[in-house]
């Protein structure tokens, strides 16, 4: 595609369901990365994909938190038994290579709210 | 380990001059520079990579001191659609742990 979509774009749940965040890099683009940002607050670094691997899962906040990567490309955030601390915008990024030596462009971001 | 910019927030008028600045407590390998907009994603501005090179597209330059694990962002004449916050993110070097890590953000408003 010509830019990095995710989806939904806004989720509410109730506190303790499961939800799960889709994301589409850039096609051919092999690194893959979730941030989480809270309101008014900066990037807040969760996991990183080369290809389907994940080297560096060391920035997810717990063990609700999950995400896989198939084919090289969609990705899926999993966060399990939902708090209220959970509710951020949620943004994928993908860039060419992998490491952070390459620039990363931006999905839109999937805003979630745990009611 | 999240690297701390200054200064928080920041307005000018169209045609002045800004820096902004990073600075992290770890050794870095590379900074990289985005603006966010309101309520939108954040586009990249700049990477600057231990031992010098640099990467950028945008009318915006950068330097970075690794002795000094600092990076500086310099906007020159700045102009409206520069208004935004400006986030810096910083790869430690390989080793030390493979994160990264988006600095505290600045605002900046450019006023006419």
């Known amino acids: 595609g010509a830019g990095v979509s995710q989806s939904p774009s806004n989720k509410v749940t109730e506190k303790g369901k499961d939800v799960e965040l889709r994301c589409d890099p850039i096609s051919g683009h092999t690194a893959l990365y979730w941030y989480r940002q809270s309101l008014g607050q900066g990037l807040e670094f969760l996991i990183y994909f080369q290809g389907n691997s994940a080297p560096d899962k060391s920035g997810l906040p717990s063990d609700r938190f999950s995400a896989e990567r198939t084919g090289g490309s969609v990705s899926t955030l999993t966060i399990q038994r939902t708090q209220q601390e959970d509710s951020a915008v949620y943004l994928c990024a993908s860039s060419l290579d992998g490491g952070f030596s390459y620039e990363q462009y931006f999905g839109p971001g999937t805003r979630l709210t745990v009611t | 380990q999240q690297p701390v910019q200054s200064p928080q927030a920041v307005i000018l008028r169209e045609g002045e001059d800004a820096v902004i600045n990073c600075s992290s407590s770890k050794a870095l390998y590379s900074v990289h520079w985005y603006r966010q907009k309101h309520g939108e994603a954040p586009v990249f501005l700049m990477i600057l990579l231990k031992g010098g090179e640099q990467k950028g597209h945008e009318k915006i330059s950068a330097s970075f001191n690794e002795k000094k694990q600092q990076s500086s962002l310099y906007l020159t004449a700045s102009q409206l659609s520069y208004s935004g916050t400006y986030f810096c993110?910083?790869?430690?070097?390989?080793?030390?742990?493979?994160?990264?890590?988006f600095g505290t953000g600045t605002s900046l408003t450019v006023i006419p």
């Open positions: 993110g910083t790869e430690m070097l390989p080793g030390t742990g493979n994160q990264f890590y």
